[in-house]
């Protein structure tokens, strides 16, 4: 069974993602789009069913630790070299296929959507996976120095969508940072 795919990330206008492990605008928090982060990663469209969160092991650690594991998720970590999972992780995997095989096998029964929340690696794995799969990006209006950055979206596979339920359209600002949000969706090769 394939599963539709989604990443969820913020943006810099040069695609800088973090910076020494943080968020880019660190100290500076955007709460709003924080919850926006929480909303869409955090609600499952089936009842008495988790989303499932997949990320690399430099995220995990860039999550405060006294909000880890992501709540009402099921936190995935990936790491080649972690021998078991971080503290408080539900689950490692050792690369992206071998965690969503892990969805649709031992987590499949309690799993609705899944979610890549970063980093740079792996938004660039599922921007090239076979299948659907739709990209939640926060343009942040302002640039700030990063170190660590979004694969370029190409828009010969991915158009960007008019609206999304759920999706604000309008401009977004918080502690004078303008943002917007967008959602990209896969092109069906096959429609090509
Ligand atoms: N703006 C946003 O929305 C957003 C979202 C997420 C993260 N961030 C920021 O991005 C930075 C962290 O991202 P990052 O790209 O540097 O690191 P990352 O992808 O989170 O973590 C890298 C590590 O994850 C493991 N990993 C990644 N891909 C893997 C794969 N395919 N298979 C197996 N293991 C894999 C490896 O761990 P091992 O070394 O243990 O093998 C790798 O060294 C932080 O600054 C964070 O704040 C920003």
Redesign the pocket.
């Known amino acids: 069974m394939s599963r539709m795919l989604n990443a969820?990330?913020?943006?810099c206008p040069d695609l800088g993602?973090?910076?020494?492990?943080?968020?880019?605008w660190h100290p500076v928090r955007l709460n709003n789009e924080f919850k926006h982060f929480r909303k869409m990663t955090a609600t499952p469209s089936v009842e008495g069913k988790q989303n499932v969160v997949i990320?690399?092991?430099?995220?995990?650690f860039?999550i405060p630790e006294k909000n880890r594991p992501l709540n009402n998720r099921i936190n995935i970590v990936?790491?080649?070299?972690?021998r078991a999972p971080p503290a408080g992780a539900h689950h490692l995997?050792?690369?992206?296929s071998s965690a969503l095989r892990l969805v649709e096998t031992e987590l499949a029964e309690r799993t609705d959507q899944v979610w890549v929340?970063?980093?740079?690696?792996?938004y660039k794995?599922l921007m090239q996976f076979p299948g659907t799969r739709r990209l939640f990006i926060?343009r942040i209006m302002k640039q700030f120095e990063c170190?660590?950055f979004l694969p370029e979206i190409s828009l010969d596979k991915y158009r960007l969508l008019p609206q999304f339920p759920g999706v604000p359209h309008e401009l977004q600002e918080e502690n004078g940072i303008q943002y917007r949000f967008e959602v990209y969706e896969s092109i069906d090769e096959l429609c090509i």
């Open positions: 969820i990330v913020a943006v993602i973090g910076m020494d492990g943080q968020l880019p990320m690399g092991r430099k995220t995990w860039s990936l790491s080649r070299e972690c995997a050792p690369d992206f929340i970063g980093g740079s690696s792996l794995e926060t170190d660590t």
